[in-house]
Every structure is written in C-alpha cells, then in structure tokens.
T-cell receptor, first 112, second 114 residues
Framework: SQQGEEDPQALSIQEGENATMNCSYK?????LQWYRQNSGRGLVHLIL?????REKHSGRLRVTLDTSKKSSSLLITASRAADTASYFC????????????FGAGTRLAVHP | SAVISQKPSRDICQRGTSLTIQCQVD?????MFWYRQQPGQSLTLIATANQGSEATYESGFVIDKFPISRPNLTFSTLTVSNMSPEDSSIYLC???????????FGQGTRLTVV
C-alpha cells in the first residue's frame, strides 16, 4: 500500500518558473527520497534526505523535510521543458526491512 | 551505482497466458524488488526477490500469480501468470534501495493483455 499522498496531482507551468511538489507520509521513516519518471519508463533517483535532516540541495533541486508534520517538498527552480515528467516521493520505513514505499506522484508539465 | 537491464521492454499477450520478465544487474546486489505500476498510478511493491530463498510478497500479491526467481545476486525473473486485462501495467525491477541508499530501476516492461 502507498505510504502517503502527493500534491498537486498535476502541475502545469511555464519555462523559467519554479515548481513545488509536496509529499505527506503516515509513519516514522528512515529517509525520504524523490524520483523522476519520464513517460512511464524507469525511475531516476533525484535526491535522498535523511530523517535527521531538514533541507537538502542538489543543483536546481531543493528538498525539505518536516518530520513533525510528516511532510516533504521538492522545489525545482528555473524549470525547463526537459523537467516535464512525473515525480514521486518514496519513504523507507523505520523499523521495517529495506524497501521503499512510493507516493501517488505529481505530473509536471513545463511549457516552452 | 548499478545498471539494470530489463526485458522485454514491452509485450502484448493473450489472456490466460504467462509472461516472464527478466532483470539483469551489472553488479552483485543484495536486494532486488519488483514493482507494478498500473496505468496513471504510482508504483506498488509486489515482492522482494531473495537470493537462495522464496520471495517475500506484499499484501495482495501471491506466489501463484507472480512467481519470482532469484538464482544469484545479479539476476531475477518475475512471471505474470494466467494473465487477464487487469494485469496490463508497467512492471519494474529495482535493485539497491536498501533504505539508506538510492534504488536503481530498469526501464520497465509495458505489458498489455488482450
């Protein structure tokens, strides 16, 4: 079963704008990861944030984690048409054996 | 990092038949997983493929429907048995993702059952 929800389900923006996607989860986690999927193909890992971290950056990506609210956000700055994809958060559950539980995902469309 | 080759990339199958999907990793990995992604949906974990022992299935998935093999640390197969149109999905193989590290994914197998 899925760990949580993401919003928005779909996001449409213009190139150059920022895109923010949110993820909520239900149980205690070891870490939270964000993945991108282009056109229903394989997933590509973007960034991992540990439960004791609050913010992490990687290039144009900024991820925050609020364990008190059980939520995370992914910000893509200065978006490009090539950022058009589905974005998923995935959590590794504390106390469980090693597996990832994926959120519902956000479909991002960036228009030139 | 790990590179995962998954095949076939897509197939169209008749209902009642079975399809075996292969997943090859370019290095030895402890953990391998199989996911299903129904149209327009997120990924749902089917099972963990354990080397040398039976796979560990998630709730709602059973071995008779989704038998899995893991003969060594670089290879696994998933069979979708006695297929129906409801099995039309993308099936993805994953390696790593131990919970403290990233997971690597194959390109997926897009299955259509007619």
């Amino acid at each position: 079963s899925q760990q949580g929800e993401e919003d928005p389900q779909a996001l449409s923006i213009q190139e150059g704008e920022n895109a923010t996607m949110n993820c909520s989860y239900k149980t205690s986690i070891n870490n939270l990861q964000w993945y991108r999927q282009n056109s229903g193909r394989g997933l590509v890992h973007l960034i991992l944030i540990r439960s004791n971290e609050r913010e992490k950056h990687s290039g144009r990506l900024r991820v925050t984690l609020d364990t008190s609210k059980k939520s995370s956000s992914l910000l893509i700055t200065a978006s490009r048409a090539a950022d058009t994809a589905s974005y998923f958060c995935a959590t590794s559950l504390r106390g469980g054996y090693n597996k990832l539980i994926f959120g519902a995902g956000t479909r991002l469309a960036v228009h030139p | 990092s790990a590179v995962i080759s998954q095949k076939p990339s897509r197939d169209i199958c008749q209902r009642g038949t079975s399809l075996t999907i292969q997943c090859q990793v370019d290095s030895q990995v402890t953990m391998m997983f199989w996911y299903r992604q129904q149209p327009g949906q997120s990924l749902t974990l089917i099972a963990t493929a354990n080397q040398g022992s039976e796979a560990t299935y998630e709730s709602g998935f059973v071995i008779d429907k989704f038998p899995i093999s893991r003969p060594n640390l670089t290879f696994s197969t998933l069979t979708v048995s006695n297929m129906s149109p409801e099995d039309s999905s993308i099936y993805l193989c994953s390696a790593g993702g131990t919970g403290v590290t990233e997971a690597f994914f194959g390109q997926g197998t897009r299955l259509t059952v007619v």
